[in-house]
């Protein structure tokens, strides 16, 4: 069975079956898979993605642009092979298919990021956040695309530190300086003016 392991957090890397396709800088084929992964809870019309992608051309070349890069894009994921498919396509929509045999860090990320009361699964859930989403990646020229990353980095850094604080309040509350420390070393990795993780290092 064809597997994707694909890698949102820090920079963009996607494999298929142990072979990397592609690590970092990606062109418009890999943002389009990057966007559908990443908002795969519903389908996209392609119109909107046409507008999203090539927002200077005309509407008749966006669309056509987009033929091509999922073209290319089913051929390099062998989309073809794999059962079910990576993507769920009609005449006017695109859909990643979440049922499909994939790994995807930000998934694992957002069904942890929640579970305030599951300490552990809390930690674990942190531990995917290893850089903002595709970062340093360039795939995309689009302002309309770079707009929606960079709302989609703010809520997930916010998601993050967040669980951080509630991991830090809990290490304090059992006296574990080593969790305490670690976990405020994290926080101000991620948010390096934020006073109460200096403060709780400080009591670590």
Not at 188 to 198: G, K, Q, S, V
Request: hydrophobic share 45%.
């Amino acid at each position: 069975m064809t597997h994707l392991k694909i890698t949102l957090l820090g920079p963009f890397r996607i494999e298929r079956d142990g072979t990397l396709l592609v690590e970092g800088t990606a062109g418009k084929p890999w943002a389009l898979l990057a966007y559908l992964v990443a908002e795969a809870e519903r389908p996209h019309a392609r119109e909107r993605l046409a507008a999203l992608f090539w927002p200077d051309q005309p509407e008749q070349n966006a669309r056509q642009n987009l033929r091509w890069a999922l073209a290319r894009l089913r051929r390099a994921i062998g989309d073809a092979e794999a059962d079910p498919s990576f993507l769920l396509i009609s005449r006017d929509q695109l859909q990643f298919n979440s049922a499909s045999s994939c790994s995807v860090d930000l998934w694992e990320l957002q069904a942890g990021i929640t579970a305030e009361d599951d300490l552990p699964t809390l930690s674990t859930a942190v531990e995917r956040y290893r850089g903002e989403l595709l970062a340093d990646s360039g795939i995309s020229e689009s302002d309309l695309f770079e707009n929606w990353l960079a709302a989609q980095r703010i809520r997930l850094q916010r998601q993050v530190i967040a669980a951080l604080a509630r991991l830090v309040a809990a290490a304090e509350q059992n006296s574990d300086a080593m969790c305490l420390e670690g976990y405020a070393q994290r926080w101000l990795a991620i948010e390096p003016w934020a006073e109460p993780a200096y403060r709780a290092l400080k009591r670590a």
